[in-house]
């Protein structure tokens, strides 16, 4: 048989996470002790508690109960004693924490019932300072052991996610890197945690022409990645609009205002035809790409507002003509704020240092040099370089 016992509907200031305690005991006037002793916090909803006459019926208000998180356990009673309780509770993953009640010439009991993974013990007839003492020190103990059981599973919960985005960002990445005739494509792709808001695609409208978008996502894990895969979405529905930059960022933004609380998106989308030599672009709150010509980096500017936060915004391209030799770097600002202070700058820098280096090895050495002077808070980090031949 048991009992549960809270004056927590009567009181105004009920906390929101009572430490919900079961007594087990088969003396009749315990119960009447502990509305004594503990009347404020029961009325405050600090404490709430539950009895039971003998070890059966604790356990089945165990079953019952899966919140109590401190048991006051008598050794010795009828039926299951309290040794029994303590060896089923050796099964239960969540056991709550348990205080043992005994007489005090019982001390080889008690050290075999601690033995047994008991918190701490009380002697009878018990002492009310003693007994208060206990009470709060098990409560301050099972709040600390609820909080980290609350964050291992925050912390199950978030691998979960971070798994699953991982999947999704899988999926709408590009499987491979486009080989257009007349230029070769690096890519290097970093997300923070595994999974990140960068997201890159292309489109090969035929072996001369093609399309790159490099875009930033602000922040992490799942949403993150389902917000990629939203604009993934978007850019194949206005891949018509490839040569013309600003109208396809344009119709990107518009379609991502729509959507309700959609994270804010920095993107450059850069149409390269290898036959006519010239490169179109529009940016849209994102890092100014760079243009890498004769050994000289010239960063090209032209910015736009951040998506998903205006419709209607006009987007504008410019057009630059193309030499042989010519490299275009994209990237997300990962890449500089990796070094901190005047990280754009310094990047511009090493990208002229190691300018005689072509293909992978250069952007192998970029990433690499960048890396070894890390000091700023960690990022995602995203780079697409275009070598025309």
């Known amino acids: 048989m048991s009992e549960i016992l809270s004056r927590s509907a009567m009181s105004s200031s009920k906390t929101d996470s009572p430490i919900c305690f079961l007594i087990v005991d088969d003396e009749a006037d315990v119960r009447e002790l502990f509305l004594q002793i503990f009347a404020e916090p029961i009325d405050r909803g600090s404490y709430v508690f539950t009895f039971a006459s003998d070890g059966i019926a604790a356990l089945q208000v165990l079953e019952n109960n899966p919140d109590v998180a401190v048991m006051l356990l008598d050794i010795r009673m009828p039926g299951l004693d309290g040794f029994g309780v303590l060896e089923r509770l050796r099964d239960k993953p969540e056991a709550p924490i348990v205080v043992l009640m005994t007489a005090y010439g019982d001390m080889a009991n008690i050290r075999a019932s601690m033995n ?29 052991e609820k909080e980290r059981r609350r964050k291992f599973a925050k912390l199950q919960d978030m691998e979960k996610d971070l798994e699953m985005a991982a999947v999704i960002q899988k999926r709408i990445l590009p499987i491979s890197i486009p080989r257009p005739s007349g230029a070769s494509i690096n890519v290097v792709y970093r997300p923070l945690l595994g999974v990140g808001g960068d997201f890159y695609d292309f489109h090969l409208l035929d072996e001369k022409r093609f399309g ?33 930059p600003g109208v396809l960022m344009n119709n990107i933004n518009n379609f991502l205002c729509e959507l309700h609380e959609f994270r804010y998106v920095t993107a450059v989308f850069l149409f390269v035809d290898l036959e006519k030599r010239i490169v179109r672009a529009a940016t849209a709150g994102h890092p100014p790409f760079l243009l890498l010509r004769n050994g000289v980096a010239r960063s090209v500017e032209n910015q736009g507002l951040i998506l998903a936060v205006m419709k209607s915004e006009s987007y504008k391209a410019i057009e630059i003509p193309l030499e042989p030799g010519d490299r275009l770097l994209l990237f997300t600002d ?56």
């Open 212 to 244: 790159v978008l490099l875009a930033d996502v602000t922040g992490h894990g799942l949403a993150a990645a389902l917000d990629s895969s939203t604009i993934k979405i978007a850019f194949r529905n206005e891949r018509q609009e490839m040569a013309s």
């Open 116 to 144: 047994r993974g008991a918190f701490d013990f009380l002697t009878k007839p018990l002492d009310l300072q003693d007994l208060q003492a206990t009470i709060d020190r098990a409560a301050s103990h099972a709040f600390a």
């Open 334 to 389: 990962g890449l500089y704020d990796m070094v901190g202070i005047n990280g754009y700058n310094r990047l511009v820098r090493t990208v002229e240092e190691i300018a005689s280096l072509r293909g992978a090895a250069f952007v192998d050495a970029l990433v690499a040099r960048q890396e070894s002077r890390e000091q700023g808070s960690p990022d995602d980090v995203s780079l697409v370089v275009i070598e025309i031949e």
